[in-house]
Structure formats: structure tokens, C-alpha cells
């Protein structure tokens, strides 16, 4: 099983600041990686996917890198809708997709 | 716009058994591999179980094998997991998730989940 690891746990920042988030695997998942946002009581949201590529509709300020086992998050510039849990995935391990603990984004 | 909306999770004592169901509308269901997600309270998410578009293959979390059977039926745009031997531990939110493509294995919408809680 590949094994996700994510940090920090949680991210105390305001508004307007830059927010980095790390994923790391345990064995190489080349490009094959997605972020995910979840709010209280709603469902996660598909961010990003294939490292890098944003889902339909996502914003601009959020974009992802990295490949192999090293992964970032990163959101330019923090609005106040972006706090919220955020989890990454592998998918390549196909099909034994595993997901990241989650980092937690909140108001400093 | 792409709906997913589960249903049949109730409060079930250990051993027990249910069905989940998952009603899709918005997109053409059988072109699309679906999956079940949970998460437990308070706790992250763990990929349970996927069926391909035709329903010819099922796969699991190692968690879940030999206990939980996904199917589906494409006439009525439905999915479920029967969940058989249940454990204190499969208390969770149970979350249908549709696949981005043809076997991408990224979950681009998703239900809003059913509560499955196993308690004596």
C-alpha cells in the first residue's frame, strides 16, 4: 500500500497571505496525484489532479507540482471560502487509491 | 448538473447488514466507473470500493473484502453497496463518488453522503 503523508497538520494563516501544503508517498506515484478541499459537513471537491491540472472550475490561485514522492498545494493568495481541510490522493496504485490524513487550513 | 444522492444508511448493531443506494442524474452513468468513499467521524478518507461502467468488474479496500458487494444498475442510474458483517469500525459516512473519466481513479463529484453507524 502506498502510504501518503501529509504536513503540516494544521496551517494557521490569514487572509491574503500564501498558503503551501506537502504530500508525500511512500513509493514514487509519478504525476498520478489530486488535492481535494473539504468544508464542515460538505463533501470533498476535486482541485487538482495529475499533480498540476486544475478540475473545471477551480480557481487560478490554486496550483499543484511536484512528482515522483514529493508533492505541493500551493493557493496564492488566501480568501476567506479556502479555509478548510485539504487532502491529497494516489491513484497509482490503481486500483488501491489511498488518500493523504489531511492538512487542515485555518484562521490565524 | 452532475447529482449524486445516497440513501439507506440507519443505525445497525454489529453483524448486521444494509443496502446503500446512490441515484445519479446530470450525465450519462454508464460511461463512467463509480466508487464508494467513507470517512469515518471526525476522521479522513478511505476509498472503499470501485465498478466499472458495465459492471463486469468490482474491486476493494482490503478493509471491506468479502463483506461489502458494489453493483449497478444503468437502467435506473443507480449504484449501491450491500454491507454485510458490519463492524463497530465501518461507522462512517458513506460518500458515492463518480470517476473524472474512463478509469482515471480521481473522484470529480460526489454525494453528500449517508450515515452508516454500527453500535449496540
Known amino acids: 500500500e502506498i502510504v501518503l503523508t501529509q504536513s503540516p497538520a494544521t496551517l494557521s494563516l490569514s487572509p491574503g497571505e500564501r498558503a503551501t501544503l506537502s504530500c508525500r508517498a511512500s513509493q514514487s506515484v509519478s504525476s498520478y496525484l489530486a488535492w481535494y478541499q473539504q468544508k464542515p459537513g460538505q463533501a470533498p471537491r476535486l482541485l487538482i489532479y495529475d499533480a498540476s491540472s486544475r478540475a473545471t472550475g477551480i480557481p487560478a490561485r490554486f496550483s499543484g507540482s511536484g512528482s515522483g514522492t514529493d508533492f505541493t498545494l500551493t493557493i496564492s493568495s488566501l480568501e476567506p471560502e479556502d479555509f478548510a481541510v485539504y487532502y491529497c490522493q494516489q491513484r497509482s496504485n490503481w486500483p488501491l487509491f489511498t488518500f493523504g490524513p489531511g492538512t487542515k487550513v485555518d484562521i490565524k | 448538473e452532475v447529482q449524486l444522492v445516497e440513501s439507506g444508511g440507519v443505525v445497525v448493531q454489529p453483524g448486521g447488514s444494509l443496502r446503500l443506494s446512490c441515484a445519479a442524474s446530470?450525465?450519462?452513468?454508464?460511461?463512467?466507473?463509480m466508487h464508494w468513499v467513507r470517512q469515518a467521524p471526525g476522521k479522513g478518507l478511505e476509498w472503499v470500493s470501485l465498478?466499472?461502467?458495465?459492471?463486469?468488474?468490482?474491486y476493494y479496500a482490503d478493509s471491506v473484502k468479502g463483506r461489502f458487494t458494489i453493483s449497478r444498475d444503468n437502467s435506473k442510474n443507480s449504484l449501491y453497496l450491500q454491507v454485510n458483517s458490519l463492524r463497530v469500525e465501518d461507522t462512517a459516512l458513506y460518500y458515492c463518488?463518480?470517476?473524472?473519466?474512463?478509469?482515471?481513479?480521481?473522484?470529480?463529484?460526489w454525494g453528500q453522503g449517508t450515515l452508516v453507524t454500527v453500535s449496540s
Open positions: 446530470g450525465f450519462t452513468f454508464d460511461d463512467y466507473v
Open positions: 465498478i466499472s461502467w458495465d459492471g463486469g468488474s468490482t
Open positions: 463518488a463518480k470517476d473524472k473519466g474512463f478509469k482515471e481513479g480521481y473522484f470529480d463529484n
